[in-house]
C-alpha cells in the first residue's frame, strides 16, 4: 500500500470518528459538552483537511499517470468512471462541511442549549459529515480493488 493512501485513509477516518465525537456531545449539550463539541470539530477540521491535501497530493503525483490508467484499461473500469469520479466531487465538499459545522459550534453556542432545531441542525450536519466520510473509505475501497483487478488482469 502507498504510504499516501494510507494517511488520506487514517487521516479521513479519524476526522469521521471526530465529528461521530460531535454528534454524541450535541445530542445533551451543555457548557462541558459544547467545549468537547468544538475541540472535537477542530480536530476533525484539521484532520480532513489533512486527508483532503494528501489524498490530492496522491492523485496528482501517482493515481492521475499511473493508477487511473490501470484501472480504466480493467476488468472493473467503472471503478474509476463512476466512483472515483464521485469520490472525487463529494470529498471536495467535506472539508468546507466541517469548517461549518465547527464554525457554528464557535459562534452560536447559546443556540444549542435555547434552540432545539438549531442543534439538530448541527446535529444533521455532524451526521452528514461521518456518512460522507465512511462513504468515501468505502469508495476507496472499491477503487484499491478496481486496481487490484486489473493488475491480475495484466499478469494473467
Known amino acids: 500500500m502507498h504510504i499516501l493512501i494510507a ?3 487514517a487521516l479521513g477516518e479519524i476526522g469521521a470518528l471526530a465529528f461521530g465525537w460531535v454528534f ?3 445530542l445533551n449539550p451543555n457548557e462541558t459538552r ?3 463539541a468544538r475541540i472535537a470539530a477542530l480536530i476533525g477540521v484539521l484532520f480532513l483537511l489533512a486527508a483532503w491535501f494528501f489524498g490530492g497530493f496522491y492523485y496528482v503525483t501517482e493515481y492521475g499517470a499511473a493508477v487511473k490508467p490501470l484501472i480504466k484499461s ?7 468512471g463512476i466512483v472515483t469520479e464521485t469520490k ?3 470529498f471536495l465538499f467535506l472539508p468546507f462541511l466541517a469548517i461549518l459545522a465547527w464554525g ?3 459562534r452560536y453556542t447559546n443556540e444549542f442549549m435555547q434552540n432545539r432545531s438549531f442543534r439538530i441542525a448541527v446535529l444533521l450536519l455532524a451526521g452528514l459529515i461521518v456518512i460522507m466520510a465512511f462513504a468515501m473509505a468505502g469508495m476507496g475501497f472499491i477503487i484499491s480493488s478496481g486496481f ?3 493488475l491480475e488482469a ?3
Do not use: N, S
Open 24 to 26: 454524541v456531545e450535541l
Open 104 to 106: 457554528l459550534l464557535g
Open 7 to 9: 494517511l488520506h485513509a
Open 88 to 90: 472525487e466531487h463529494v
Open 154 to 156: 495484466k499478469l494473467l
Open 148 to 150: 487490484r483487478a486489473a
Open 34 to 36: 459544547l467545549r468537547r
Open 74 to 80: 480493467g476488468p472493473v473500469a467503472w471503478a474509476h
